[in-house]
């Protein structure tokens, strides 16, 4: 037998819940706000915090884009999209300007999100200090104090053993010039994009019962040493090899044939985008020519 | 027409959380207020909020000392429970509130601590017409550069709000609600000033 589920899976109840939690995060941005996460028909770690997060604020009139890694297709935005897309009737899209609500896993897309979008991150571990301190309520403690010697002594000592900071993501910021926040597993050079941004940022821990936010045009500042300054994942003379794409986040590959690295667009529907214009104009230049 | 506890409550959220996000921004929810068919002594967006937020597992209190009626409602409505100021999660502000009631419980009320600044109050305000041509300057996470701001408050009363939201994490957020079924809030982060005021 197979039952008819509610609207959005959840309860109203539930929903509730997670909705008061999701606007105390925005009234406190950066801080992780505890909430009682439920069960859910994927394992915790899967992106369960973001699920809880885009069924509780979804209706029937959004469209909902979900990304793993800068990928649309990956079994884990696919399964997401398919259990939102079941329980809500909810339209689907891959490309990030068409979407009301992003879901992502460690990614924020290549292109500018908007103020009437929302972008739903999914957070393993949402507690920043946690490297540092292993109890719960001594962090907190810590938060409440402004206690962030730990977080600065985390990049320390990777330059002392490394000679830079080497966090190759989750690289925490300030938020608000108060709470040090981790940004979810996204590559640093994703970060200078939740500062001031245009769209709403929320983030979900499952595992770790925690919802966080970064409202927009809220000051977010990645933690750097005045003589080892922030930098991102530098890409420079390289590109994608399927659409040329320069100044985006790129993954490295290797081609099987020629034993060659090669590089390629993380954000699959950024890179579609691109190789259709290319295609098109292609097309349009033969066209064009052919009347010549 | 009934109100849509699904989809109407969804839609509300929404607004609301928009407006959360970006202070000062009003939203409207005159569409979802069409589906209210209950005759309360306060407004329907002030209705609709509360059903949006409300449920079993939170308190609320209602300032004015003969609303017993209305307190019975919205308990039946959202299963919250009402509580004294000082314990509860929202507080509701009528129209009929005198500023020096609202000004003892914007003293009185929950604020929140330093370990657990989400454990406090949230205002549901009742005001007159909402406008972004106001005495108010908003600054703040949320506001791009500034926002201007109209509500019923008083000047004493912003400064009451201001005093409880100097110790940031610890504050009120406020939702304001008014005839036209006009929304606004003022989270705790928001800078206001008053015009003329320092």
């Known amino acids: 037998m197979k039952a008819e589920t509610h609207f959005a899976f959840f309860d109203e109840g539930s929903k509730k819940e997670i909705r008061r939690a999701i606007m105390k995060a925005v009234a406190i941005p950066g801080y992780q706000v505890p909430f009682a996460s439920r069960e859910m028909p994927i394992a915790r770690g899967w992106g369960t915090g973001g699920l809880q997060i885009t069924l509780s604020i979804i209706g029937k009139s959004d469209v909902l884009k979900v990304i793993d890694q800068g990928a649309d297709e990956s079994v884990n935005a696919v399964s997401i999209k398919k259990l939102v897309h079941e329980t809500t009737g909810v339209e689907l899209t891959d490309r990030t300007e068409d979407a009301d609500i992003i879901q992502s896993r460690h990614r924020i897309p290549e292109i500018a999100l908007t103020k009437e979008q929302i972008i739903v991150l999914q957070v393993p571990t949402p507690e920043p200090l946690r490297g540092v301190e292993a109890r719960e309520y001594i962090t907190k403690r810590m938060h409440s104090e402004y206690d962030y010697s730990g977080a600065w002594l985390i990049l320390f000592e990777q330059i002392m053993k490394y000679g830079k900071t080497a966090t190759a993501a989750d ?122 | 027409m009934a109100i849509d506890q699904v989809h109407d409550l969804q839609q509300v959220y929404r607004k609301i959380l928009h407006s959360m996000s970006r202070p000062g921004t009003i939203s409207s929810i005159q569409k979802n207020v069409e589906s209210v068919d209950y005759n309360l002594p306060c407004y329907d967006a002030t209705l609709l909020s509360a059903m949006t937020l409300l449920d079993a597992e939170v308190t609320f209190h209602i300032l004015s000392d003969n609303q017993h009626d209305l307190i019975e409602k919205i308990s039946d409505y959202t299963l919250a429970r009402f509580a004294p100021i000082d314990k509860a999660d929202f507080v509701i502000v009528l129209r009929e509130d005198t500023e020096a009631t609202i000004q003892q419980a914007l003293e009185q009320c929950k604020d929140g601590n330093l370990i657990d600044p989400q454990q406090s109050s949230t205002w549901i305000i009742e005001s007159s017409l909402l406008s972004n041509n106001g005495e108010l300057t908003l600054t703040g996470p949320g506001v791009q550069h500034t926002a201007q701001l109209h509500t019923s408050f008083s000047t004493a009363l912003w400064q009451a709000r201001n005093e409880r939201t100097k110790e940031y994490p610890i504050g009120i957020d406020l939702i304001f609600a008014d005839e036209a079924s006009q929304i606004v809030c003022v989270p705790r982060t928001t800078s206001v000033k008053l015009m003329g005021v320092n």
């Open chain 1, 171 to 292: 690289h925490p910021v300030y938020v608000n010039h108060r709470y040090v926040m981790a940004p979810s597993p996204i590559p640093r050079f994703d970060n200078p994009k939740i500062h001031q941004s245009d769209a709403l940022i929320l983030l979900g821990a499952g595992r770790e019962k925690k919802i966080y936010a970064v409202p927009p045009y809220t000051n977010v500042e990645s933690l750097a040493f005045d003589d080892y300054p922030f930098t991102v994942e530098s890409f420079e003379g390289m590109h994608c090899h399927l659409c040329s794409g320069a100044d985006v986040f790129l993954d490295e590959l290797i081609d099987h044939t020629t034993g060659e690295t090669i590089y390629q667009c993380n954000d699959t529907s950024y890179c579609m985008e691109r190789m259709n214009e290319n295609v098109n104009e292609k097309e349009k230049a033969e066209v064009e020519g052919s009347y010549a």
